[in-house]
């Protein structure tokens, strides 16, 4: 009877252990679904409207631009970001505006950050 009880016991303790496993795995794919989702979402807002832009072209419109003396004002939460391109993240998305004289010549350029969370 000793046997069987501690039989019991283990065959408890082990399913316990390989599901304790599992469901830790099952967290790490649920996270992995969930940034793949927003991912989806970012790629099809960007396919829906050309004017939203990633945070990296940003950055590079403002390294390229700014050298030439164009301005480029970047905003999020309806405030402008200040100097520091460095917080802008890379895969932020941005809606972007383009400036131009009466030349025709790109005389500027103003990113709005879109808001991701709604």
Do not use: R
Not at 57 to 66: D, M, P
């Amino acid at each position: 009877m000793d046997k069987a009880i501690a039989t019991i016991v283990g065959i408890v303790l082990v399913l316990g252990l390989i599901g304790y496993a599992i469901l830790g795995q099952v967290a790490g794919a649920k996270e992995i679904g969930d940034q793949a989702a927003m991912e989806q979402h970012k790629i099809k807002l960007m396919l829906n409207d050309p004017s939203i832009v990633t945070g990296n072209t940003l950055k590079w419109y403002v390294q390229s631009l700014g050298a030439s003396n164009i301005k480029v004002d970047y905003f999020g939460d309806g405030k402008e970001l200040g100097e520091d391109i460095t917080a802008v993240k890379g895969d932020a998305l941005f809606t972007m505006v383009k400036k131009y004289n009466a030349n025709g010549e790109l005389s500027g350029a103003d990113f709005t950050q879109v808001n991701l969370g709604d």
